[in-house]
């Protein structure tokens, strides 16, 4: 290794943006070390490459050492250490974590689990009557009234046909006692425009918030990987849970 590397020849930082953890790699348990190699002009960072870690984990840290600024010095290259650190442990009062700076050579970013991985219900209304959150009802990419639709949901043979109704600014329905203790269920959605069904979702959705959509061709950008040679697409957004889920079936014009 030349000795532009060498430790004692780094130069003092003196501006610096706080680095923080990137999202999608910390939501898929991604951790681990990113290796950079940086060139400077004598004042700031002129080039950071990649020398070595995650590809999702090296685009944060780059970006971070882009915003370093040092005192004024001879021009000179050095390496640098990003260390991203998923800890096992829960912090609700801080889950952006903690970072030790050791600059310019070492930055270790420590981050707990969130609140939700720790608590599945964390963040939901559970008050009573238990209700499902209508976030948001679509077709064709554009918003429709959530009183436009219908839904009908059963488990075994039990049958219900919630009412949705406005609380304050919220559209929701009321999860019918009888569905409480439901290991799975179905649920039938009709709108203006079609209809669908989706059959064995998991008990534990029947609450927290939905988004419901229908979609035509031609589709809507962010749908047309579920489509699968289909004309018409319906699904449900479980938007509470982490990860979040989506369940999509087949739908048949009205």
């Known amino acids: 290794m030349s000795a532009v590397y060498a430790q004692t020849a780094v130069p003092t930082v003196t ?48 970006e971070n050492v882009k915003t370093w600024r040092f005192i004024k010095h001879e021009p000179t290259t050095f390496l640098t250490k990003f260390n991203f650190d998923l800890s096992p442990e829960c912090d609700t009062k801080n889950e952006n974590g903690t970072v030790t700076l050791s600059l310019p050579l070492e930055v270790t970013i420590t981050v707990p689990r969130r609140s939700s991985e720790c608590d599945p219900y964390f963040g939901l209304d559970l008050s009573e009557p ?22 009908e949901l059963d488990a075994g043979e039990l049958k219900a046909k919630p009412q949705i109704i406005k609380e304050g600014d919220k559209t929701v329905f009321v999860v019918p006692k009888e569905f409480r203790n439901a290991k799975t269920f179905g649920v039938t959605v009709q709108t203006p425009k079609g209809g669908f069904s989706l059959a064995e979702l998991h008990g534990s959705f029947l609450k927290g918030k939905w988004r419901i959509v229908i979609d035509h061709k031609p589709f809507q950008e962010e749908n047309r990987y579920m489509t699968k040679g289909r004309d018409c697409i319906g699904f449900i957004h479980f938007q509470w849970s982490e990860p979040e889920r989506i369940a999509s079936a087949p739908c048949k014009d009205k």
């Open 15 to 62: 501006v610096a943006e706080t680095p923080l953890y990137p999202p999608l790699p910390r939501s898929a348990h991604i951790a681990g070390t990113v290796t950079l190699r940086v060139v400077t002009d004598g004042e700031k960072v002129a080039d950071v490459s990649v020398v070595d870690g995650q590809p999702m984990l090296a685009r944060a840290a780059q």
């Open 130 to 151: 238990l209700r499902v959150f209508l976030t948001g009802c679509e077709v064709d990419g554009v918003m429709q009234p959530c009183k436009n639709i219908s839904i």
